[in-house]
């Protein structure tokens, strides 16, 4: 039996090779195509290898797990929902990422690559199949192949299983910072605006989460100099500003910035805002850091 150990999140990370044009029409039309079991029983969906990975339907799968799906052809992604954990992924694009669906729970893998970004050939959405290994948590041995057939052993839909939460929660912002490793320098908000969560994914990202009025905003910060918010969304206005001598990236819808990046000495800093700021408060916020 050949087995296909699921890879840990570390490696999920690394950059996997991308699928040729011809290779991907010639796997959805069901070239070398194998049949998949789940817990032993016949699914009539097939998957094909590539990549060193198995591609298969995102919506026969999905729904056959008792998972939902939404298409969303406003921007060419795909929600599928497991009810404990959830993606949404975009045709073309070789990132993904696992969420925790459980209301009051905070938990979500960092973005990370597969055999292959999802593809859409006659109306069908294709994705790796380990996508769904990560949704379930990675449990090991997920994946097997034997005797021209492959085995997902899986469970249903809203059995629980998720990705076990990576961060941690402090009672302060000087038991975040030794959480942490490193100093949090706080932005300066609008009056009214408390800090209501501290929490770490310790030695690594620091995080504060601010509530008052009608806003939530959400405060990270972390070594090195990339994008750390966890926001992938696409904004329709970008702009950078200068504050202090530091670069700030600004997006939103034009009259409010939604969310604003910049980075200082080696580490980098995210804050966003569920209603939006205006620049002043964007200004004042990141001042508060440098």
Known sequence: ???????????????????????????????????LTVNGAETGITVTEENGGYIVPLRALAEYLGYTVAWHGEDSTVTLD???MHATVTLGVNRYQAVTSLEGMVGMTAPFSLAAAPYAVD???????????????????????????VE?????AGSGAQIPSPWAEYGSLSGLEQAAGFPVSLPVLPEGVEAVLYQAIPGQLAEVRFSGGVD??????????????????VYPAVQTVE?????????????TVSLALWSRDGYSFSLASERGLDMAAVRAAVSGTL
Do not use: Q, W
């Open 243 to 255: 504050e202090g001598g530091v670069s700030v990236t600004c997006k939103g819808d034009g009259d």
């Open 216 to 233: 939530t905003l959400i405060y990270r910060a972390g070594p090195g100099t990339e994008d750390m918010s966890g926001d992938y969304n």
């Open 82 to 84: 497991s009810g404990s």
């Open 1 to 35: 039996m050949k087995k296909l150990h699921s890879r840990g999140l570390a490696l999920l990370t690394a950059a996997a090779l991308s699928l040729s044009a011809l290779g991907t029409a010639a796997g959805a039309a069901g070239e070398g195509a194998l049949p």
């Open 152 to 156: 997902l052993t899986a469970e249903a």
């Open 123 to 149: 109306g069908t959405t294709y994705v790796p199949l380990e996508l769904f290994v990560v949704l379930m948590g990675n449990p090991a041995d997920a994946v097997t192949a034997d005797d021209g057939a």
